[in-house]
């Protein structure tokens, strides 16, 4: 009974973490801004938004540019 126990905890503690790199993975792909205000808030503006779309070419430049040196 209790290999039976260990053997399910294990493929719930195994699907668990498979879950978690798929979202992990899934969610890196989607390009986002996120605006940090000195208030302490903070936007974030999803890929496909109007705003996103305007930022979005600006901040890969700035990234660009950062990675390079």
Known sequence: MRHKFLALL?????W???LALLRRTAGAR???VELYFEDGS???LAEGAGEASRL???ARTALAAS???
Do not use: K
């Open 42 to 44: 903070m936007q974030s």
């Open 10 to 14: 294990a493929l719930v503690g195994a």
């Open 56 to 58: 979005l070419p600006l």
């Open 30 to 32: 989607r390009e986002r």
């Open 16 to 18: 668990a973490a498979g």
């Open 67 to 69: 990675r390079q040196g």
